[in-house]
């Protein structure tokens, strides 16, 4: 027996000694990779000495000796705290995510591949003014040597990620950034989804009002009604209509339907202003992931100090100030994707038809590299209108009749692209006039800019709107006929056909992804817009001040009242309140009562401390699911949000909605009122099961986490509690201070999506300007730099956003001193 015990204790003590050298391994390995921002290292490729400042939030203020310069330190920052972060995404642009996560990601690869970015990337390179181009290089070449430092000084491959999934570390090209750009336009696209969604729902739905229920118009002028899309192509399988749609493979780059893109922007000019200049806020919204797409840079250039918020891999400060101006950037929805519908030619499946009869695909080879496993050798396709998709990506098979193909036309397909030539100049804009004269070169993705100087405040619509023909048969809204000439884009409009708003009569200017002009169609823009609801909210603040101030704006970005809890709770539970007896504690009808009793005296803050907004969010999405479900069956599953204007038309009864509240497959008729009751009665099921049934003590919060998640090893066992970083937040899907919920999965309201940054500009004292990210500078998650900011983000704090070089360097943690070699 002692000696089984002996045995024991030296295996115990032998596992115990190995667990440590294992895990002080992992951190040496790991550690090796965290950036020294206290040093002197010379490189090859500058034109003088460099000096990156580190403030005490790791936001790096480079103080070059050119321009040339400050892109080359830009490029070296950047690979510094994010090197990973930017080969995942150049790698995705590519296609060739593959080669490091092996058969899972080959999906992904194949849309990539057949979108052909990255070669259009390649050749849009030689588009760029001589300013960009010199940018560009610059950038690469700071990329590079940090790559070169990282290799030489054995510095842990750059980023812990490199131990897990080992590949080859290309150099940086100036084409990697321009494919970047065009990578955020796909992040940033929703209408190929919505269209083939509204085709879906249009064969389930074949009355137009109950259509235009579920799908409707943002309010405003209406539009003739649009044809069946039955009636616009051949016949389709009735059992495709009702299928469910397919999972989206790993590292998916199109956002999911309500995240392709949203944010706010909005400036006063002088007579709007407490102090007498401009002011502006800016927050772009966009899928969180820890770290978090931004990062912070501060860069002095010829024409003055530049400060904001970059994108790691891309040389240009995209939304920000200069000494000048300040410029943000809102999700335009410009309508700048259309699905064909292409026949293919019965005698010769390589041809396609077209106005003038059949005619040969374009074809290409590409082989995409498995890690593990074979390679795939796909013939990529391309048709007039754009490239072929397969019809087992994006729901396609299921509105694509037989003998028939889908492609795409896209902006953002351009092999001329410009739009990083726009993004440079508006760094060196000295007015807002020189600012939206920079802004014509914008290709895609398509966006509204906000700028302001000292005296003026604009906001424009930038990025190449195709030009439909008036006669189009869905006017863009669903997948058309591509041999159909009527049907095919005649290029572009001209910049001047662009919508403007130029220091308007009422002194402010603002976007929250809404409707901004009811024109016409073809010059309509878009007739599927972002928001219908946070801008009555912004209306409200901007109005009810005669002046503002930079608080004043602050207090704006963070308002965290629902007008659309404020608006649709009265219609939904207008039979409900107050109604019956009292009902015994402990019974259904008890827990009711007093859910009901808490929204009553609820003014529609979405606070993350509050029980109120649990309750309000789980009751609206249990009526929607039953409002829904029987009609549309599986289809029903696309509609994972609340849908605010869905809800209105069916309570106010608008063109016959409330037929929605009776359940097709019962005997009874159900009124509005009866499915408000089921569904508050299911909302509290789910709550109490969850929660529990204390009502007054839920929080919001609890279940509004904000999900900053690792795009690779946030799934990983134990790993995960080290690089996901998760926060209790206030706000919602229809909040100024908007936290989208993620509508599915046993967790539907975790808060995927938002205000990653922050930014809002005084000019009447400019270095007063701050600005906050929702994570930190750094990629690494042994850094303290990983996400320190996001403390503050979730609190409501910002940090100084100034081109003081005396306060920068007074509270450095570091500076690199990068000199000629």
């Known amino acids: 027996m002692a000696l089984i015990f002996r045995a024991l204790v030296w295996l115990t003590t032998a596992l115990l000694g190995l667990s440590v050298i294992t895990v002080v391994t992992v951190y040496y390995l790991a550690s090796r990779s965290l950036p020294d921002y206290d040093k002197t290292i010379a490189v090859p490729g500058l034109t003088g000495d460099v000096e990156i400042v580190r403030d005490n939030s790791g936001v790096p203020h480079i103080f070059p000796s050119s321009d040339r310069d400050a892109f080359f330190a830009l490029g070296y920052a950047h690979a510094q705290d994010r090197l990973w972060q930017m080969t995942l995404m150049r790698r995705t642009a590519q296609g060739r995510l593959s080669e490091l996560f092996g058969p899972r990601t080959v999906e992904t690869d194949k849309l990539l591949r057949r979108l052909d970015l990255y070669p259009r990337a390649v050749q849009s390179v030689s588009s760029q003014d001589a300013r960009t181009l010199d940018a560009l290089e610059a950038y690469a070449a700071g990329v590079n040597a940090r790559i070169t430092e990282i290799n030489r000084d054995s510095l842990g491959r750059g980023a812990p990620e490199f131990f897990v999934f080992n590949a080859p570390l290309a150099p940086w090209q100036p084409a990697d950034s321009i494919a970047l750009v065009k990578l955020m336009a796909l992040q940033l696209s929703s209408h190929l989804k919505e269209e083939v969604l509204r085709a879906r729902t249009s064969l389930l739905l074949p009355d137009e009002n109950r259509l235009a229920d579920l799908l409707p118009d943002i309010p405003g002028q209406g539009v003739a009604a649009l044809p069946e899309y039955a009636s616009l192509v051949p016949a389709i399988p009735d059992t495709t209509r009702f299928a469910e749609a397919r999972p989206e493979p790993p590292f998916w780059p199109v956002a999911d339907r309500g ?441 919001w919060g609890d279940a509004h986490q904000a999900t900053h998640d690792h795009p690779v090893l946030g799934d990983v066992p134990i790993l995960r509690y080290f690089v996901n970083i998760r926060q209790s937040t206030s706000g919602g899907d229809h909040t100024l201070m908007r936290g989208r919920s993620s509508g599915e999965g046993p967790n539907p309201f975790l808060n995927v999506h938002g205000a990653a940054y922050r930014g809002v500009y005084d000019f009447a004292d400019p270095d007063s300007s701050v600005f906050i990210l929702s994570t930190g500078q750094s990629g690494h998650f042994l850094s303290r730099h990983y996400d320190n900011l996001g403390i503050l983000w979730r609190r409501g704090e910002y940090i100084p956003m100034s081109l003081d070089a005396d306060l920068a360097r007074a509270a450095s943690v570091g500076v690199t001193r990068l000199v000629r070699e």
């Open 259 to 699: 995240l392709a893109g949203a944010s706010n922007a909005w400036a006063a000019d002088a007579s709007r202003s407490a102090t007498g200049s401009t002011l502006m806020a800016n927050d772009p919204h966009l899928e969180f992931t820890a770290p978090a797409t931004w990062y912070l840079a501060r860069l002095q250039l010829s024409s003055g100090g530049v400060i904001g918020a970059t994108i790691p891999g891309i040389p240009a400060v995209m939304a920000g100030r200069s000494e000048s101006i300040a410029w943000g950037v809102t999700s335009s929805y410009l309508d700048d994707q259309d699905v064909f519908i292409e026949e293919i030619n019965p005698d010769n499946r390589e041809q396609y038809r077209t106005p003038n009869g059949f005619k040969d695909f374009a074809t290409r080879r590409s082989i995409i590299e498995i890690k593990d496993s074979e390679p795939v050798t796909l013939t990529l396709r391309w048709t007039d209108n754009g490239p072929v998709l397969p019809t087992t990506q994006f729901d396609l098979g299921t509105i694509t009749p037989p003998g028939h193909v889908t492609a795409l036309s896209w902006t953002a397909l351009s092999a001329r692209d410009t739009s990083m030539s726009a993004a440079i100049g508006l760094m060196y804009a000295q007015s807002v006039n020189e600012a939206l004269e920079a802004s014509k070169a914008y290709i895609a993705p398509s966006q509204n800019v906000t700028v302001i100087d000292a005296n003026s405040i604009a906001m424009k619509l930038v990025g190449a709107m195709p030009r439909r023909d008036a006669a189009h048969q869905s006017q863009g809204r669903l997948p058309s006929l591509g041999w159909r000439a009527e049907n095919r884009w005649q290029g572009v409009f001209p910049d001047d056909s662009n919508p403007v708003f130029l220091n308007p009569t009422g002194g402010i200017v603002g976007n929250t992804n809404n409707k901004i002009v009811d024109r016409p169609f073809p010059l309509h823009v878009s007739f599927d817009w972002g928001d219908s609801q946070r801008v009555m909210r912004w209306q409200g603040l901007m109005q009810g001040r005669e002046v503002h101030t930079r608080d004043s704006f602050i207090e704006a970005q963070l308002d965290t009242v629902s007008i659309t809890a404020r608006a649709l709770l009265p219609l939904i539970g207008a039979d409900l309140w107050f109604t019956g007896e009292a009902a015994p504690d402990g019974t259904p009808e008890r827990l009711r009562q007093r859910a009901l009793e808490l929204l009553a005296n609820w003014n529609g803050e979405m606070n993350e401390h509050l029980p109120e907004p649990l309750i309000y969010t789980a009751w609206l999405r249990a009526l929607q699911e039953r409002l829904i479900r029987d009609d549309l069956g599986p289809l029903a599953s696309e509609f994972t949000r609340v849908e605010p204007l869905f809800i209105e038309r069916v309570y106010r009864d608008v063109a016959g909605a409330s037929a929605w509240c009776d359940i097709l497959r019962s005997a009874a008729e159900e009124t509005c009122t009866d499915i408000a009751r089921l569904a508050l009665d299911d909302a509290l099921i789910w709550i109490s099961e969850t929660y529990g049934t204390a009502l007054e003590s839920l929080r």
